[in-house]
């Protein structure tokens, strides 16, 4: 058992990372740093001499070959492939070293959930950056991480955490969980429909507190993405609209939070509502910087790395209250 504890911890690392990639992939615009899949410009690593580029860009005329955008689109997905492999062994471990049929079905379930994953890759490249499918694909690497955390919890006898009883807590924990998975949906629309800039300004939006906007467009789940989708195609208003409702949707969210973390710090699980509070003003902080700032690259990326956070402490939370 302590060989699935030890692994599913290192996967819970390594889905971080993962996440970081996918996140540095997105923000400098590398999507389509490799126009096919899973080689790059049919190379199995992206082509470095002038004679292996000339190839590349013979083969994909219609995308000039980027070193700049290749490399962060090759890395992510041999790190993608790893954490598989890596879900294979705990999968081994799973059977080999527990009789717990929980973590079995669950470490299956991951592996599974990972080769999903890997298909939605595919399809991330060969549809162009299909907004519906891109978001679906980032959102699965918050659930991966999860997965991995999940078995992590199950995997170790935790003496204090099965001593905490806050199953009172059920109802605001639950709801908390869901509104921030909703939240985390719209940052990733946001980023996917490349209207994380849309509002340039804080804590207005445009100059004002009700800028134009279209929801239908912004929200319409079925885009036409014409030859690709890169640096996005809806108009300001649509883009509006989404940056507009993930920061509405942040306020209902720290509200909803703030009730959990009173209840929590009266609780035996006190400790979790310092945790969840450091967490999400610092989620707060670093997403008006990347408006203030204009997205700096390295903000952004711990934009993502502390909603991951936010996730696994939320998720802990509903695992206490839960739990039989």
Known sequence: MNQIKNLSL???CFAF???ALGAWTRLVDAGLGCPDWPGCYGFVVFPINEADIAIAESRYP???YDINKAIPEVVHRYFAAALG???????????????????QGWSLFLLFFICCQGVFGYLTVSL???????????FGGFTTLTL?????????NFEI??????SNLKTIAGIAFLALIFQIFLGVWTSTNYASLACADFPTCQGTYLPEMDFKSGFNLNQEVGPNYLYGLLDNPARVAIHYSHRVSAILVTIIFLILMSRLWFSEAAPLASTLGILLLTQIA??????VYVLPLYVAIAHNLFAACLLLATFTVNYLAWKK
């Open 128 to 138: 162009k950056l299909l907004p519906i499918i891109v978001t679906l694909h980032l």
């Open 10 to 12: 290192f996967g819970i």
């Open 286 to 291: 670093l997403g008006i910087t990347n408006v």
């Open 62 to 64: 219609l995308f000039p």
């Open 148 to 156: 991995f955390f999940y078995i992590y919890l199950k995997s170790r």
């Open 85 to 103: 492999l890596l879900a294979i062994f705990l999968v081994y471990l799973s059977f080999r070293r527990s009789d717990d049929r929980s973590i």
């Open 17 to 19: 990372v993962v996440i």
């Open 161 to 166: 955490l099965n001593q905490i009883n806050i």
